[in-house]
């Protein structure tokens, strides 16, 4: 079955604490990893992408296909950072539909 | 237009009713998805078009949702019969996976 898993629905750091926000996925075949935010009254957007392999405002992700996962790390939380993250997949290189976790809830406390 | 528009913001309907939702994608894009997101859950996916072809509807609920795209561009879903458990938000999107989609705003359906 096609899944994303994000264990913790909510997170919460001080700022300037190291960040990891989990997500686990089950898929038959290689799968597209992302990650989607979305901040306080706004619409959802594009983080990163695995295949990028990217730093997008200090967030970087690694897909480990051996532990299915594809968590998102960041060293020094930030007040801005306070958002709801979803972690997706899709099917590779095709226009696919995208399979969404639950979201964790991060708060950045000053 | 700059980004995905999806009208309206919000819909207040009466269980039995049946109700339209629009959205109007990123001029050109090809590809257009609808996901329904529950209260508390990631959105969850209904359906797909490339241009006007409906290539997948495998995540519609029931035959009492329905959506078009007539041209190729503007979509509507609709929802004929609407029943409380119907109550989400419904996000329109359009791009393609591999570069990120656009989301839309989303249209909050509240059925009482």
């Known amino acids: 079955a096609q899944r994303v898993t994000q264990p913790e629905k909510l997170l919460s750091v001080f700022k300037g604490a190291p960040v990891e926000l989990k997500c686990n996925y089950s898929y038959s075949g290689s799968p597209e990893l992302f990650w989607y935010v979305q901040y306080s009254r706004q619409r959802l957007q594009l983080l990163l992408r695995?295949?990028s392999r990217e730093s997008i405002k200090g967030f970087t992700a690694d897909l480990n296909k051996g532990e299915t996962s594809f968590h998102l790390k960041k060293p020094f939380a930030q007040e801005e950072d306070s958002a709801m993250y979803y972690c997706?997949?899709?099917?590779?290189?095709?226009?696919?539909?995208?399979?969404f976790g639950t979201g964790t809830r991060l708060q950045v406390f000053p | 237009g700059a980004g995905v528009s999806q009208s309206p913001r919000y819909k207040v309907a009466k269980r039995g009713q049946d109700v339209a939702l629009r959205c109007d994608p990123i001029s050109g894009h090809v590809s257009l998805f609808w996901y329904q997101q529950a209260l508390g859950q990631g959105p969850e996916f209904l359906t797909y078009f490339q241009n006007e072809a409906q290539l997948d509807k495998s995540g519609l609920p029931s035959d009492r949702f329905f959506a078009e795209r007539p041209e190729g561009s503007v979509s509507t879903l609709k929802i004929q019969r609407t029943q409380q458990e119907d109550s989400a938000v419904y996000l329109c999107a359009s791009g393609e996976p591999v570069s990120g989609y656009t989301f839309g705003s989303g249209t909050r359906l509240t059925v009482v």
């Open positions: 997706a997949l899709s099917g590779w290189g095709s226009t696919d539909k995208l399979i």
């Open positions: 695995h295949i």
